[in-house]
C-alpha cells in the first residue's frame, strides 16, 4: 500500500466517525472526504442540509425488564441523519458550515484540500480578482508530505484552526451530548472506535494534547461502564431463560 493510499484509507475510518463539537468529515468516494467546519456552533439535525426528510422518527430503545432493575437506555431519539448532499453545488451553498474537499488523487501523488464554501472570509483576495475555486489550498502539512509522515489528522487540524475563529482550545473536542442521544450499543461501538482515533492524535503531540487525553479518559470510563451495563443485562436475560425453561416447583 502507497503512503498515498494509508493515507485515503485512514481519512476513510475518519469518515466513520460521528461525535465531535466542531466539525464532520463524510466520505464522498474512495478518493474523496468531505471536512465540514461548523461556523459557530454544531447544527440541529433539523438544520443539516440533508438530501431528504429524515427518517426513524422515535426510535425505540431496549431496555432490561423490571426483574433486571437495569435500565439499558431510557432516552428516546427524535431523528436519525441521512447523509448530506455532498455536491460541489450544495456545498457551496451550505451557510451553516464551511466545507473543504480532501482528496488523493493517484496522479498526483499526495493528497490535497480544496475550499468549497466562504471562499471569501478564509482567502483574501483583490476587489477585482477572483478565487480559482480548483486551485487547492496552500498547507503546511501538504507542503511537508514528502519530507514527513503526515496524517490525515494533521491536515484536519490545519484546516479546523484556519477555518475558526478565535481558534478552538482543541479541534478534536467531544460533543457528548451526542453520546447520550444514541442506544447503548451503538455508543459502545462509537466509543471505541472514536478511542482509537484520539489515541492516534494524543501520540501526535500537538499543542492541545492535554485536553484530549482527557477526553480518552472520560471516554474510557464512558465505554466500559457501557460494556458492563451491556454484560449484566445479558447474563440477566441468560438467567430468566434458563428460569423459564427449567421453572423450579
Same mark, same amino acid.
Not at 466542531?22 to 440541529?44: M, N, Q
Given at each position: 500500500?502507497?503512503?498515498?493510499?494509508?493515507?485515503? /484509507?485512514?481519512?476513510?475510518? !475518519?469518515?466513520?466517525?460521528?461525535?465531535?463539537?466542531?466539525?464532520?468529515?463524510?466520505?464522498?468516494?474512495?478518493?474523496?472526504? !468531505? &471536512?465540514?467546519?461548523?461556523?459557530?456552533?454544531?447544527?440541529?439535525?433539523?438544520? *443539516?442540509? $440533508?438530501?431528504? #426528510?429524515?427518517?426513524?422518527?422515535?426510535?425505540? +430503545? $431496549?431496555? /432490561?425488564?423490571?426483574?433486571?432493575?437495569?435500565?439499558?437506555?431510557?432516552?428516546?431519539?427524535?431523528?436519525?441523519?441521512?447523509? *448530506?448532499?455532498?455536491?460541489?453545488? /450544495?456545498?457551496?451553498?451550505?451557510?451553516?458550515? !464551511?466545507?473543504?474537499?480532501?482528496?488523493?488523487?493517484?496522479?498526483?501523488?499526495?493528497?490535497?484540500?480544496? *475550499?468549497?464554501?466562504?471562499?471569501?472570509?478564509?482567502?483574501?483576495?483583490?476587489?477585482?480578482?477572483?478565487?480559482?475555486?480548483?486551485?487547492? *489550498?496552500?498547507?503546511?502539512?501538504?507542503?511537508?508530505?514528502?519530507?514527513?509522515?503526515?496524517?490525515?489528522?494533521?491536515? &484536519?487540524?490545519?484546516? $479546523?484552526?484556519?477555518?475558526?475563529?478565535?481558534? =478552538?482550545?482543541?479541534?478534536?473536542?467531544?460533543?457528548?451530548?451526542?453520546?447520550? #442521544?444514541? @442506544?447503548?450499543?451503538?455508543?459502545?461501538?462509537? @466509543?471505541? /472506535?472514536?478511542?482509537?482515533? &484520539?489515541?492516534?492524535?494524543? &501520540?501526535?503531540?500537538?499543542?492541545?494534547?492535554? !485536553?484530549?487525553?482527557?477526553? $480518552?479518559? #472520560?471516554?474510557?470510563?464512558?465505554?466500559?461502564?457501557?460494556?458492563?451495563?451491556? +454484560?449484566?443485562?445479558?447474563?440477566?436475560?441468560?438467567?430468566?431463560?434458563?428460569?423459564?425453561?427449567? =421453572?423450579?416447583?
Amino acid at each position: 500500500m502507497t503512503r498515498l493510499s494509508q493515507f485515503m /484509507a485512514d481519512c476513510m475510518s !475518519v469518515g466513520a466517525l460521528r461525535g465531535f463539537q466542531h466539525f464532520s468529515v463524510y466520505i464522498r468516494s474512495r478518493e474523496e472526504i !468531505v &471536512l465540514r467546519v461548523y461556523r459557530s456552533r454544531k447544527p440541529s439535525t433539523e438544520e *443539516l442540509p $440533508i438530501s431528504s #426528510k429524515t427518517i426513524y422518527d422515535h426510535v425505540d +430503545r $431496549i431496555q /432490561a425488564t423490571e426483574e433486571s432493575k437495569i435500565t439499558i437506555a431510557g432516552a428516546r431519539t427524535n431523528t436519525m441523519e441521512l447523509p *448530506l448532499d455532498l455536491s460541489d453545488r /450544495a456545498l457551496e451553498t451550505d451557510t451553516l458550515g !464551511v466545507n473543504f474537499l480532501i482528496a488523493g488523487y493517484p496522479r498526483y501523488k499526495c493528497p490535497y484540500v480544496w *475550499l468549497r464554501t466562504d471562499h471569501q472570509r478564509l482567502i483574501a483576495t483583490a476587489e477585482n480578482q477572483s478565487l480559482e475555486k480548483d486551485i487547492p *489550498l496552500r498547507l503546511e502539512s501538504i507542503d511537508c508530505w514528502r519530507q514527513f509522515d503526515i496524517r490525515p489528522w494533521d491536515v &484536519l487540524v490545519e484546516v $479546523i484552526c484556519t477555518a475558526l475563529s478565535p481558534q =478552538p482550545e482543541n479541534p478534536f473536542a467531544i460533543d457528548y451530548e451526542y453520546f447520550e #442521544k444514541i @442506544t447503548i450499543e451503538e455508543r459502545v461501538v462509537s @466509543t471505541g /472506535a472514536i478511542l482509537e482515533f &484520539l489515541r492516534r492524535v494524543y &501520540l501526535r503531540h500537538y499543542f492541545f494534547s492535554d !485536553v484530549v487525553l482527557a477526553d $480518552i479518559k #472520560k471516554l474510557q470510563h464512558q465505554h466500559f461502564r457501557d460494556i458492563n451495563t451491556l +454484560r449484566e443485562f445479558q447474563q440477566n436475560t441468560v438467567f430468566r431463560d434458563a428460569v423459564s425453561v427449567h =421453572p423450579q416447583y
